[in-house]
């Protein structure tokens, strides 16, 4: 289980909740055909899966930004709701449609599934007054990114049934 490295700049209040956001990383080899006169061609793909919100992409985050995960007890995990085989079968269909249809390679790609690995990204949860209102925010440690938790409708549900926020 790995993590993405903090931003150092990131000025947090004292007190907040860290929450983990569950992705899963395939990584593939890939050989191909460019064109019939070419010899084939061996590439690896990273792919990473949301497995909270089920969807799959590609992933280019530098591995030497990641590093192992620890967590505290009082840390709270979003739930998995992306079954092992179907996001497999995902990942596996994703990376084939990338190679016919974006590249357009000559033969039909061999694909192998060489390592999966879990990744959680870290996000900080607390409360702030805006416009007199106490609102929610949320600040994703590995790059500052801040957004309103009222804008992710599933993540604030999931943590009021916690009642990790109020």
């Not at 007190?15 to 899963?24: D, R």
């Not at 280019?60 to 709701?81: G, I, N, Y």
């Not at 900080?124 to 801040?146: D, N, S, W």
């Amino acid at each position: 289980m790995y993590t993405l490295q903090d931003k150092e700049s990131i000025q947090l209040p004292d007190q907040y909740t860290a929450v983990y956001y569950p992705y899963k990383v395939s990584e593939w080899a890939v050989e191909y055909k460019p064109l019939p006169f070419m010899k084939k061609r061996k590439e690896k793909m990273r792919v990473i899966s949301n497995l909270f919100h089920k969807e799959t992409g590609l992933f280019e985050w530098p591995v030497d930004k990641m590093e192992a995960l620890s967590t505290k007890v009082e840390d709270v995990f979003l739930p998995e709701q992306y079954e092992e085989s179907d996001r497999h079968y995902t990942s596996l269909d994703f990376i084939r449609n990338l190679y016919l249809h974006k590249r357009k390679v000559w033969s039909n790609p061999v694909i192998d599934c060489l390592n999966t690995y879990s990744l959680y990204v870290t996000y900080a949860i607390f409360p702030e007054i805006q416009k007199g209102r106490k609102v929610y925010q949320m600040v994703e440690l590995a790059t500052g990114q801040k957004v309103n938790l009222h804008h992710h409708k599933k993540i604030y549900q999931y943590l009021q049934s916690k009642e990790v926020i109020t």
